[in-house]
């Protein structure tokens, strides 16, 4: 088979995915085959007749010159005797992939890719190895997309000469796209050594001088190498895995890298924030991060180094991202700019930005990228601080809710499409009207978790849930499930005639209304229990309002999470319900359903028109009494 070229090689790497050989050890394997192209290219296209130990040998002895030349160059620095991986082979890991690799593929696939190899150049076999959709489905995070580079690149705002840190490089992308972009000093830890090597190798091919190049292998948390060479830089770049869960123990001794807050198992991307903070020069040094949505809002340890970063007042900017920008990852994130030397102008304010879909381009069905022009938007926004209606606004941190940094708190959008319906939004207009919370006219409860365990077809309470809860609000009360509870347990939990239920959990919010008496009824933890207080609402009125689409507008603002939306007591509570009297509410409610009645009818006159035409059709056929429709 004749095959050339990088087209042919990306086909190649494709296909083979489907076999036993992992990701990572395809992607060693690639990215040492580039280093022998780069230093013995005749060499390699001799071994196409040689045996699999040859492409070893020449692999081993093109790793050893390499990790010559860098201690060599590592010792003129002066950084080889605080490094403590130097007896560490920067390659080995990577030269493994090289022996191992060849015996997983087989003799003739070896070979076949061999000849595709040849016809490569350095630069395109890495351009493979470290960029392709395959890396990102397989190895989620270890290669940061180039737009996402340019973007946090453009928010750092590098200068020549300047020290850049990335303590989870990957394979160096981003490091590489600051050194491009400016000639700087890079730094970075993986905790991969394999990865290491893989970042050795694209920086060296990508023509990065070595005295400009200090990378290490370890844990970030626990073993900071890179403190050892450099305690403080100009800048830090970092794009960890989210959701990152930390051996705290691990940290004993470094208390002062974490100076905000609990240094918590599930605080790893505050934690990541914080151990930035603290690494940067203590003038002029800024961090962008990315972080999971979830981090912006959650309580406990995440709140707690949250609300004190913010106390020092070294949190910019914070830039919302959609979900689906990012290969595998299908939730909201946000890019995070902390700076300890913010513009005065920016003293005791962050600036939230959030990216819209009109900045996004649907590349293919599974791409979605940042185009050149809205990074520069997005820039010219974080930069000029400008206040864009439903893209972009500055908050002072006296106006923060609780302390959280969720985007679309703070920024109203312009326009949004719901139940079908394009809605133009205009904030300004909204606040005039007259509003009070909703729990100064409801008791808000929360309802009782009852598992398929506790369930007992025989129980003497029935609970309602939210499938329970059908089109238009009304209550299915034919399959309640039942449960049994000790007397007395169950009365914070139990429903009256014209309570309202909310759900709470998941993509929509149902309004169910208790139109019945019912002794023994309960409701699940899914779902709030509205108790309206009689004189100030009726609840009919109320469940209108909050089934409407501005109601429901409303609720889906409050609602949070990644997989499951939810919505927290605290900001329910706060929800805005415009001022009626309780005349105007009834009158409503008597329009309300007069409508309801009428379309109910026209619903049924359809349906019974639909019948007719149905028999009829049937009639035409010519049957007879052979096939009659009775009804």
Not at 585 to 592: G, I, K, L, N, T
């Amino acid at each position: 088979m004749s095959l050339k070229g990088k087209q042919e090689l990306q086909a190649w790497v494709s296909n083979i995915m489907v076999s036993p050989i992992r990701s990572g050890q395809l992607k060693g394997f690639l990215a040492m085959v580039a280093l022998v192209l780069h230093e013995h290219p005749e060499s390699l296209r001799g071994l196409i007749l040689g045996t699999q130990d040859d492409l070893y040998r020449l692999a081993e002895r093109t790793a050893i010159d390499n990790q010559v030349a860098y201690v060599k160059t590592m010792k003129q620095l002066g950084r080889l005797s605080k490094q403590p991986n130097t007896n560490t082979y920067l390659l080995e890991s990577v030269l493994y992939d090289v022996k191992t690799t060849p015996e997983k593929l087989g003799d003739a696939m070896y070979r076949e890719l061999l000849c595709i190899l040849v016809e490569c150049t350095p630069l395109e076999v890495l351009d493979v190895v470290l960029n392709e959709e395959w890396v990102h489905k397989l190895e989620s995070g270890s290669t940061t997309p180039a737009y996402i580079n340019q973007l946090m690149i453009e928010l750092g705002d590098l200068k020549a000469g300047q020290t850049v840190l990335d303590p989870t490089m990957g394979v160096g992308g981003t490091l590489l796209a600051a050194y491009e972009n400016k000639e700087t000093t890079l730094v970075g830890q993986d905790i991969n050594l394999g990865t290491v090597g893989c970042a050795y190798i694209n920086l060296f091919l990508h023509d990065v001088k070595l005295e400009h190049i200090a990378l290490y292998e370890g844990e970030m948390f626990g073993e900071p190498h890179f403190l050892a060479a450099n305690p403080t830089f100009d800048r830090v770049l970092q794009f960890p895995n989210f959701a990152t869960k930390i051996n705290t123990e691990s940290l004993q001794g470094q208390v002062s890298r974490f100076p905000f807050g609990p240094m918590a198992p599930m605080a790893g991307e505050w934690m990541n924030v914080s151990s930035a903070l603290t690494a940067l020069t203590p003038h002029d040094g800024k961090a962008v991060i990315t972080v999971f949505n979830g981090v912006l809002y959650r309580g406990g340890a995440d709140g707690k180094i949250r609300e004190s970063i913010l106390n020092y007042d070294l949190i910019e900017t914070v830039i919302g991202v959609p979900s689906g920008i990012l290969p595998n990852i299908s939730v909201p994130w946000a890019i995070v700019v902390c700076n300890n030397h913010k513009q005065d102008m920016m003293k005791g304010k962050v600036q939230f930005i959030q990216i819209s879909e009109d900045m996004i381009e649907t590349v293919s069905r599974r791409t979605r990228v940042l185009t050149k022009d809205s990074i520069r938007r997005i820039v010219e926004i974080y930069h000029n601080k400008e206040e864009v209606p439903g893209v972009a606004t500055t908050v002072p941190l006296v106006g923060l809710k609780e302390g959280k940094l969720l985007p679309s708190d703070y920024i109203e959008e312009a326009e949004v499409e719901l139940d079908g319906f394009a809605i133009s939004i205009n904030a300004d207009e909204l606040e005039k009207r007259e509003t009070i919370p909703l729990d100064k006219v409801v008791s808000i409860g929360r309802g009782l978790n009852v598992t398929a365990k506790n369930e007992d077809a025989n129980g003497e309470y029935c609970v309602l849930r939210i499938m329970d809860i059908e089109d238009y609000g009304r209550i299915n009360y034919d399959n309640l499930v039942r449960t049994t509870s000790e007397a007395g347990k169950v009365d914070n939990y139990l429903l009256e005639k014209d309570d309202l239920v909310l759900s709470i959990r998941g993509g929509t919010n149902k309004v169910g209304i208790i139109d019945r008496d019912m002794d023994k009824l309960l409701f699940n933890a899914n779902l709030v229990r509205l108790r309206v207080k009689r004189r100030q609402c009726n609840p009919k009125w109320l469940q209108m309002y909050l089934t409407s689409l501005i109601g429901q507008w409303l609720l889906k603002r409050i609602s949070r999470g990644t997989t499951v939306q939810q919505i927290t007591l605290s900001e329910l509570k706060e929800l805005p319900i415009p001022v009626l009297s309780l005349e105007e509410q009834e009158r409503d409610v008597a329009w309300y359903e007069q409508k309801m009645q009428e379309l109910e009818q026209l619903q049924l006159s359809l349906q019974q028109q639909e019948q007719a035409m149905k028999r009829e059709l049937v009639d035409s056929f010519g049957f007879g009494d052979g096939f009659v429709v009775e009804k």
